[in-house]
């Protein structure tokens, strides 16, 4: 079992998972962008682009409106688009979960190789969606101000960088506790050290709320079709890599007995 | 000796043990560090926000991808 082997099945998990969070965020979260858009061209700030993108200052950043030209029309965003976006992401997050249960293979305590793949992913998810998503939820469009939209991106990726750093950190911690006290309090001394970070990065960063009066079942609604896009993603990541690898690793075993026998003999 | 897979003989408890199985960190690094920078570069396209840091001038990619932004948790609007 190699790096590649780790790095093909790890790309090919993730196209698969692009394509489900597209079909996920197509059925699910297209309905309430739409729903979005259409509120934020009735409030009619600036909104003549007809792509729905209309932010309520186009001056935030020199050169660069999106008031005058209609590049990409709202099918295409809402097709083609954004599966552009799931697939980029799904392949990208892919390949490095799979680099990432290569690094993992026979280094989680007694895991087997399907065990450390699937616990990889599920770190994976954890860290880079689930918890960023409960600090800093996803927002639909029109809600947000587009002066505050820089301050706002390096918030969420600060955050984000913190989760993943965090939990690689009680990942480590995790194992030297591990071979100290044992499996048990190796676990334990992980979830902590991890719960008790991401808490306070948590607490320490500042809260966004640009809402305003932005109709909240909508809100939920996109909110959920979101988080519901996110775990599609990293499902079929998590199960079709582990599907992968344990096939991989059953294979590896049956090569390795047959030279033992052959050596035996 | 790959090809030779075709024995239907079932796989005992008697295989490597799982630490066996582990790669090198020498052998690990380079990929990390390459599958990082991939995946970062990524995230920039896809969020590059308001051009700032855009690397192919203009709002094609922005506008392009604006949905799945949206949609997958990062900051737009
Ligand atoms: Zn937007």
Redesign the interface.
Known sequence: ???RTF?VHGLVAGLLAGLA?FVV?YTV??PQ?DRAIALEEAAGATATDG???A?DHDD??A??S?GE?A??SRT???T???????L??GV??G??TG??A??G???LG????AG?TALVALLGAVSF?VV??LK?????????S?ET??S??AV??GFLAVSVAAVVLAVALARRVARQWGGVPGVLAGVAAYVVAVAVAAVAFPKVDELGDFPAGILWDFRV??LL??LAMWAVIGAVLTLLVDRA???H???????ELAASL | MAHAISSPTPISGTGPAPSDLAIPIRELTPWLVLGALLAMSVLVLISSVQGAITIPEGTAIHEWVHDGRHLLGFPCH
């Not at chain 1, 083609?80 to 799931?86: D, E, Y």
């Open positions: 079992m190699s790096t790095l969070a965020a979260g297209e962008v792509h729905g993108h932010h935030a950043s050169g660069h999106h030209d590049a990409v295409t965003q809402s083609l688009g954004l599966a552009t976006g799931t980029a992401i990208v997050l390949g490095l680099l990432l290569a690094l293979l026979g280094r007694g895991l087997r190789p450390s969606s960023p998503f800093y939820p996803a927002t639909p469009p029109a809600v947000g587009g939209i820089d706002r991106t969420y990726f079709a979101s896009t996110l690793w059953q294979r075993s049956a090569v390795q007995a047959r030279r």
